[in-house]
Structures are given as C-alpha cells and as structure tokens.
C-alpha cells in the first residue's frame, strides 16, 4: 500500500524557519511524476506551494516565491519543504502530493499524504 507521510510541522514564530518532510512507502519517490506541497488554511480552499517535476523543473506560488524551497531525495524516497522567513498567512495543513501518469490518454494515479500543521504566530 503507497503512503505519504509528513513531518516537521508545529508552532513557530513569525520571521522563522520550519523544514517539512514527506516520505513514501510502498512506492519509490522517482516512480512519481511530479511531486508538490500544498497546503489549506481553515475556511480557505486547499492551493498549490509548490511543485516539483521529474524532469527537475520547480513552480512557486507567489506567495511563497523567495521564501520557500522544494527538494527532493530520491535515495531517501523524501521530498522536503524548506521555509524561510515564515509569515502568520503561511499557517495550515500542508499536504504532500504525488502523481503519476500511468498511459498515453494521461490517466494518472494521486496520493496525498494526511497532512501536517505549521501555525506561525504573529
């Protein structure tokens, strides 16, 4: 069975920094093609930070562009999310996501991680 699984997430401090990892089982990290964090805010609908592709290509959200960074460990089968320069608006469950396209017409398979929380405090 393929599992997603996040950690690091807590409390921190505006201005500060927090590294979130996401591990697989079942299925090694380069069998996805694309792999990213999103995260949802309560009340607010679940958005894209960032996404990292197998050919190595990165996108951002505005948001977080500068602040941010995606990275990958294949030989650890983890993808991390390192944040800097942490804000109170940066506060929700992040989630891990990985996709994989299993024929020509672009059927994929999805998984997502259960999701961790990062609260920054003002």
């Known amino acids: 069975q393929v599992q997603l699984v996040e950690s690091g997430g807590g409390l921190v401090q505006a201005g500060g920094s927090m590294r979130l990892s996401c591990s697989t089982s079942?299925?090694?990290?380069?069998?996805?093609?694309?792999m990213a964090w999103y995260r949802q805010a309560p009340g607010k609908q679940r958005e894209l930070v960032t996404r990292v592709a197998s050919d190595g290509s990165i996108i951002y959200a505005d948001s977080v562009r500068g602040r941010f960074t995606i990275s990958r460990d294949n030989a650890k089968n983890t993808l991390y999310l390192q944040m800097n320069s942490l804000k109170p608006e940066d506060t929700g469950t992040y989630l891990c996501y990985g996709r994989r396209v299993i024929n020509v017409e672009g059927a994929a398979i999805e998984h997502w991680g259960q999701g961790t929380q990062v609260t920054v405090s003002s």
């Open positions: 079942g299925r090694a990290l380069n069998r996805y093609d694309t």
